[in-house]
Every structure is written in C-alpha cells, then in structure tokens.
C-alpha cells in the first residue's frame, strides 16, 4: 500500500547514513537533513534559526553522541508538522527545535 511504501522509505532514510550500532552521528544527521530536506533548512537558515546546527544537541540528549532510530523519526515528525502548519498558511520554520 501507499502507506506501506512510506514507512519503507522512512526506513531507508534512516538506513542509508546509519552506522552498524543502528544509529546515525552528527556529521551523517546533518548530510541526510541537507540532502533531503533543503527547503526547509533554507526556510530556517533565512530566518536565522539555525535548525540544523542545534538538533543534535535536542535530540541527542543522553550524551552518547548519537541518533538512534526513535529519536529520528521525533525529528521528522517535528519537519512534518512543520509542513503541515505551512499546508495551513504558516511561516515555514515555525514548529519544533528553534
């Protein structure tokens, strides 16, 4: 099904930069957040949010240095409901780790 399909993608995502514990660092996070998602951290870079350069440290907060695949998917439902908010007329940039 459709929605079948979008989680396998989800998977894959998070699958192409991870490291063989199952978990993304920093430098492979912010390669996937640019690759993939660069309207929306050009959207927050011109408003001088920095997004990306922050959301390690919100999202990797038990120290250990990295991203495991719960915390992942919390990010991309934060960029989610961005989008959203922008489906419903809202500045682009405007929800989550700002």
Known sequence: ???????????????NDTRHHDTTDKPALLKTLQEDFPKFLSACDKKGTAYWANIFEKKGKNGDKKIEFSKFLSLLGEITMDFHKQSHGAASCSTGSQ
């Open 1 to 15: 099904t459709r929605a079948e399909k979008f989680v396998v993608g989800i998977l894959e995502l998070f699958h």
